[in-house]
């Protein structure tokens, strides 16, 4: 069975980084796709940083050149480090793993996903 373990939450000041990881067990993702989405409240799911399995890195434009997206495949983990946080990047952080077509900010195109850990920035 396959999950995903999100962890690295919490509340924090603008202008404050924070690093969130992502655990995966029960499959081995080191090929496959990985991403970080966030869903604020009354707003829908979005991505933020996509890691593709061309080791190609996509990022919303409203976390570029803020946010990362480091991973560790010996520990078949992936982290989002996160800069200069603001109040607008408040919301529950999803990872998710795997996506077959290619279509990276389509949600339904991910197989997995974890079960959310909220960050909220205070101004």
């Known amino acids: 069975q396959v999950q995903l373990v999100e962890s690295g939450g919490g509340l924090v000041q603008a202008g404050d980084s924070l690093r969130l990881s992502c655990a995966a067990s029960g499959r081995t993702f080191s090929s496959k796709a990985l991403g970080w989405f966030r869903q604020a409240p009354g707003k829908e799911r979005e991505f933020g940083v996509i890691s593709a399995n061309s080791g190609r890195t996509y990022y919303a434009d409203s976390v570029k050149g803020r946010f990362t997206i480091p991973r560790d495949n010996a520990k078949n983990t992936v982290y989002l480090q996160m800069n200069s946080l603001r109040p607008e990047d408040t919301a529950v952080y999803y990872c998710?793993?795997?996506?077959?077509?290619?279509?990276?900010?389509?949600?339904?195109?991910?197989?997995?996903w974890g079960q959310g850990t909220q960050v909220t920035v205070s101004s």
């Open positions: 998710a793993a795997e996506n077959p077509s290619g279509r990276y900010s389509q949600r339904n195109e991910w197989s997995y």
